[in-house]
C-alpha cells in the first residue's frame, strides 16, 4: 500500500501551494465575499494563473485542457481552499466551470456548448431542484411535453446558482411522468432569453450566495437541445452530484479545515492568557488533537475516493461518505478554531466565519447529509442480501 501522492500530483500541489500564499491569501480580507468575485481581481489571478500553466485543470486534453484525474483535482482544491479569496460557488480561477454534462452531448452540441463554455463565451447554470423538490428531486414536476421537433417547457426550478448570468440552462424536467428517476427525466439545454423564461426572484443565502428561482411558461425547446438520451436526465444530474461531492465538498472542506488548524495553533502559541500560553492548556491541546484526528482521517477518505474514481471503480456510496465526513470534520474544526481565537475568531478579519456560513450550509445543499446517510444505509443493507 502506498500512501504518497504520484509525483506529479505532488508537484502540482506545490505550485497551487505557492500561488495560494503568494497570490490569494495576502487578498485575503480586500475581497468582500458577496454572489461573485470582482473582475478587476480575478482577471489578473486568471491571466497569472494561466502563465503557470494552471488552466482549465478538469478538461479534458482533448479539448484542450489539462485532463486532471480525480485526485489532482481535489488536491487542487484543497490546496485553493485555504483562502476565502475564492467564492465557493464560482471559484472560476483555473478556468469556467464546465460539469460533467456537457461533454455528454454529441459533436453539434458540443461545438454549440462546451466549446464556447470553454472559451469563456457562454455561461451556464444546473437546474434541477424546485420549490417542492429538492432533497427529493424524482418527484419534480417540471415537464417537458413533446410537441414534434421541439418540446414544451413548464414548471418552476428554484434555488439555481448563476440564472441571472447564464446563457443556458441544464434543465433536468420530467418526459414521462411514469417512470420518473427510472429513464422518465431528461436534460434540456434552454435558452435563457426563449420567450417564457422568468427569474422569477433570487434567495440571498447565509453563504454570501443568492441562488434564483425561474419559472418556464410554455418555453419551446427543440428536441436538437437534449443532451444524452431521453429519460437519460437523472443520471447526468448524479453525475454531477456524485464528483461534486468528493471535490467541492470532501477536499475544500479538507483544506478549509488544515488551515482552521494551522491559524489555531499559531494563535494559540501566541495568545497568553492568565499568564500562560493558550497553546499551554489542556482544554485547548485536546481541541488541536481532535482537529488533527479528523483531518487525517478525512484527507484519507477525500484521497482514497477520488483514487478509486480513476481507477474506474463505483464512487457513490464513498462519494456519500467523503462528503458528511467533509462537511461535519470541517465545521468542529472551524468551529473550534473560532472558539480558541476568541473576539478576533468572529471577526471578518480571519476567514473563520466565512467558512463557519459555508460549511453551515454545505450540510443541506447538494445532498442533505440526513438523505446520503439515508441512502449509505439502504446500500449497505442491500448488499448484505
Ligand atoms: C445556496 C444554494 C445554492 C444552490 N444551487 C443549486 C443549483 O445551482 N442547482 C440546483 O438544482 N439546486 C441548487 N440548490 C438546491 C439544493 O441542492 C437544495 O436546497 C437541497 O437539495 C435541499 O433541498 P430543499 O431545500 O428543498 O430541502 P428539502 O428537500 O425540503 O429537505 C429539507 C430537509 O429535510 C431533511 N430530509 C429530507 N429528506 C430526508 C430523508 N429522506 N431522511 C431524513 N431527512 C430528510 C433534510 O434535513 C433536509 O435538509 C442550491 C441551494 C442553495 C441553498
Known sequence: MDFELPRDVKMLQ????????????????QVNLQEEIADEILKPLQEKAKRLGLWLLDVPKE??????????????????????ALPFRHN?????IVGPILYEGNAEQRERFLLPVLRGELRV?????????GADPASMRTRAVRDGDHYILNGTKRWITGADKADYAQVICLTDPEKRARGGISCLMVDMKAPGVHLVRNWPTM??????????DHVRVPVANRIGAEGAGFALGQKWLTQGRVVGHGAWSLGVAQRALDLM???????????????????????????????????LMVYRTAWMHDQGMDIRDASYMTKIMGVEYAARVVDRAI??????????????EYWYRQLRSLRITEGATEVLRWRLARNLIRARG
Open 339 to 352: 472558539q480558541v481565537h476568541g473576539g478576533v475568531g468572529l471577526s471578518k478579519d480571519l476567514p473563520l
Open 63 to 84: 479539448y484542450g485542457g489539462l485532463g486532471l484525474s480525480l485526485l489532482a483535482r481535489c488536491v487542487v482544491r484543497e490546496e485553493v481552499a485555504k483562502t476565502k
Open 207 to 216: 453563504m454570501g450566495d443568492a441562488p434564483w428561482e425561474i419559472a418556464f
Open 92 to 96: 472560476e480561477l483555473f478556468g469556467p
Open 265 to 299: 495553533i499559531d494563535y494559540a502559541r501566541q495568545r497568553v492568557t492568565f499568564g500562560q500560553p493558550l497553546s499551554e492548556r489542556q482544554a485547548v491541546q485536546f481541541m488541536i488533537a481532535d482537529s488533527a484526528m479528523e483531518i487525517e482521517s478525512l484527507r
Open 14 to 29: 506545490n505550485l497551487v501551494r505557492k500561488f495560494v500564499e503568494q497570490e490569494l491569501i495576502p487578498i485575503e480580507t
Open 125 to 133: 447554470c444546473f437546474a434541477q431542484s424546485e420549490p417542492d423538490a
